[in-house]
């Protein structure tokens, strides 16, 4: 029965570490790019979030709701006037924007909060639980799971059944012919940026709710969405949420053994898909 709650408590955690993936798994898939970056955005939405919080002393949720337009405008800004500027044929220059980008948030947020560790309050939530007998499950990582499940079904139907989701398809597999359409591709990427800010906004309300962050954090929850990308296969928004699923599991396993092991764990899990599947376990194209 340890092993049971061991295991399940891993699918939930997994559903923290989809939402890191979700919003890189949509900028990759459209535009092909690689976001250094992405994981120092989650910080700063986390950052966001509780300024809202502190400020204005309201629920975090509602704060989130706050925190999403101005990391939608963020992005929209960021994507037009800087990341379209390198987009082309080279991947280079992009890595390299998007690692300065890492670099220069790190440094601002440290300026701004100092490198103290900081916490978004939850209240009761942080502690609410359900005694299922051998499996008691969090509220909050439940929470945190069905947010994961409900962003990529959003996302999804956003992608296949509207007309943005067309223009996303189009942009992605031609450009020049999108264009030729009547489609302004810088307008398109841009909104696509965005909309994973605001997906990243949701991954930071949960990670700053459940856990310590400051400002040097980001690279490793980087990590950690890249790998939930990959396993899961690129292109597939489910695939990051399964992906995301091992690499939880892998970790409460590791840890259960040897609590040393959690995080090691995890990145093994990483490379015996690779060894097996190298294109992730469900390589699927945008089309």
């Given at each position: 029965?340890?092993?049971?709650?061991?295991?399940?408590?891993?699918?939930?955690?997994?559903?923290?570490?989809?939402?890191?993936?979700?919003?890189?798994?949509?900028?990759?898939?459209?535009?092909?790019?690689?976001?250094?970056?992405?994981?120092?955005?989650?910080?700063?939405?986390?950052?966001?979030?509780?300024?809202?919080?502190?400020?204005?002393?309201?629920?975090?949720?509602?704060?989130?709701?706050?925190?999403?337009?101005?990391?939608?405008?963020?992005?929209?800004?960021?994507?037009?006037?800087?990341?379209?500027?390198?987009?082309?044929?080279?991947?280079?220059?992009?890595?390299?924007?998007?690692?300065?980008?890492?670099?220069?948030?790190?440094?601002?947020?440290?300026?701004?909060?100092?490198?103290?560790?900081?916490?978004?309050g939850a209240?009761?939530?942080?502690?609410?639980?359900?005694?299922?007998?051998?499996?008691?499950?969090?509220?909050?990582?439940?929470?945190?799971?069905?947010?994961?499940?409900?962003?990529?079904?959003?996302?999804?139907?956003?992608?296949?059944?509207?007309?943005?989701?067309?223009?996303?398809?189009?942009?992605?597999?031609?450009?020049?012919?999108?264009?030729?359409?009547?489609i302004k591709?810088?307008?398109?990427?841009?909104?696509?940026?965005?909309?994973?800010?605001?997906?990243?906004t949701i991954?930071?309300?949960?990670?700053?709710?459940?856990?310590?962050?400051?400002?040097?954090?980001?690279?490793?929850?980087?990590?950690?969405?890249?790998?939930?990308?990959?396993?899961?296969?690129?292109?597939?928004?489910?695939?990051?949420?399964?992906?995301?699923?091992?690499?939880?599991?892998?970790?409460?396993?590791?840890?259960?053994?040897?609590?040393?092991?959690?995080?090691?764990?995890?990145?093994?899990?990483?490379?015996?898909?690779?060894?097996?599947?190298?294109?992730?376990?469900?390589?699927?194209?945008?089309?």
């Amino acid at each position: 029965m340890i092993w049971l709650d061991t295991i399940v408590q891993g699918i939930l955690l997994g559903g923290l570490y989809a939402l890191f993936a979700a919003g890189l798994s949509l900028v990759f898939g459209i535009m092909r790019l690689v976001n250094l970056a992405h994981g120092d955005l989650i910080v700063l939405g986390a950052y966001i979030i509780l300024l809202v919080v502190s400020f204005l002393g309201i629920n975090p949720f509602l704060a989130a709701a706050i925190a999403m337009p101005v990391m939608f405008a963020f992005g929209w800004i960021l994507q037009r006037v800087v990341l379209n500027r390198v987009l082309g044929e080279d991947i280079l220059p992009p890595l390299l924007v998007t690692f300065g980008l890492s670099i220069v948030l790190q440094n601002v947020l440290l300026e701004g909060f100092s490198a103290d560790s900081q916490r978004v309050g939850a209240g009761a939530l942080e502690t609410a639980s359900v005694d299922l007998g051998p499996v008691t499950l969090g509220v909050m990582p439940v929470l945190t799971f069905a947010s994961a499940i409900l962003v990529i079904v959003a996302l999804n139907h956003l992608f296949y059944r509207t007309a943005l989701g067309r223009a996303f398809r189009a942009t992605s597999d031609d450009p020049v012919t999108a264009s030729l359409m009547g489609i302004k591709p810088a307008s398109v990427f841009a909104t696509a940026t965005g909309i994973a800010m605001i997906v990243v906004t949701i991954a930071a309300l949960y990670l700053g709710m459940r856990a310590n962050f400051d400002p040097t954090i980001g690279p490793a929850r980087l990590i950690y969405a890249f790998e939930a990308v990959i396993i899961g296969g690129l292109g597939s928004l489910w695939g990051t949420l399964v992906g995301g699923t091992i690499i939880g599991v892998a970790q409460t396993v590791g840890a259960a053994v040897n609590p040393e092991w959690q995080i090691l764990a995890g990145h093994v899990a990483f490379l015996v898909v690779l060894l097996f599947r190298p294109r992730g376990l469900f390589p699927r194209a945008y089309d």
